[in-house]
T-cell receptor, first 113, second 113 residues
């Protein structure tokens, strides 16, 4: 199993541009998550999904959108990029929500200038 | 919602010393407490977890203790080695609702050879 894969690894965006961060898992996990990690601030939940067709907002959803059309894929869309979205983004998945570990992807480092 | 406090933010030890990282949580409904290790440039990875019906769990050089009454749990690493250098995150997961974990801000552990 490849686990959780994310593309791209690095990206530089100009203010106002849009992009999609891709996330795929091959473990048939129901739950998927998007986090952003800023220095000294831990992991902030952006959006999560408990299954195909179901998504919900996390702690910091503004400026982002997600979709979950399949069990495997959970893309994160950034519209009108802003410098405040400069961060490292992690996708994660788990079998279910409670008492199951999360498996994290390698991350995408995004810079908005 | 749940609030997780993690201390210290940085911990520097000599190789062979012990390291202790402490977390407190606010929601008495939380019942699953994982610890993740994040090496430089990688996504977090589960190293140990504990459930609310257990007070202590050990896995070789690492152990976790849980005090549900006081709402705090700790990670103990004995005989530290340079490869233990990483950022460590604690998390608390509620037993109901969305089952989404809340993470602490992380502890940067530096083990000096």
């Amino acid at each position: 199993n490849a686990g959780v894969t994310q593309t791209p690894k690095f990206r530089i965006l100009k203010i106002g541009q849009s992009m999609t961060l891709q996330c795929t898992q091959d473990m048939n996990h129901n739950y998927m998550y998007w986090y952003r990690q800023d220095p000294g601030m831990g992991l902030k939940l952006i959006y999560y999904s408990v299954g195909a067709g179901i998504t919900d907002k996390g702690e910091v959803p503004n400026g982002y959108n997600v979709s979950r059309s399949t069990t495997e894929d959970f893309p994160l869309r950034l519209e009108l990029a802003a410098p405040s979205q400069t961060s490292v983004y992690f996708c994660a998945s788990s079998y279910s929500g409670t008492e199951y570990e999360q498996y994290f992807g390698p991350g995408t480092r995004l810079t908005v200038t | 919602g749940e609030n997780v406090e993690q201390h210290p933010s940085t911990l520097s030890v000599q190789e062979g010393d012990s390291a202790v990282i402490k977390c407190t949580y606010s929601d008495s409904a939380s019942n699953y407490f994982p610890w993740y290790k994040q090496e430089l440039g990688k996504g977090p990875q589960l190293i140990i977890d504990i459930r609310s019906n257990v007070g202590e769990k050990k896995d070789q050089r690492i152990a976790v203790t849980l005090n549900k009454t006081a709402k705090h749990f700790s990670l103990h690493i004995t005989e530290t080695q340079p490869e233990d250098s990483a950022v460590y995150f604690c998390a608390a997961t509620p037993s109901g609702g969305s089952y989404i974990p809340t993470f602490g801000r992380g502890t940067s552990l530096i083990v000096h050879p």
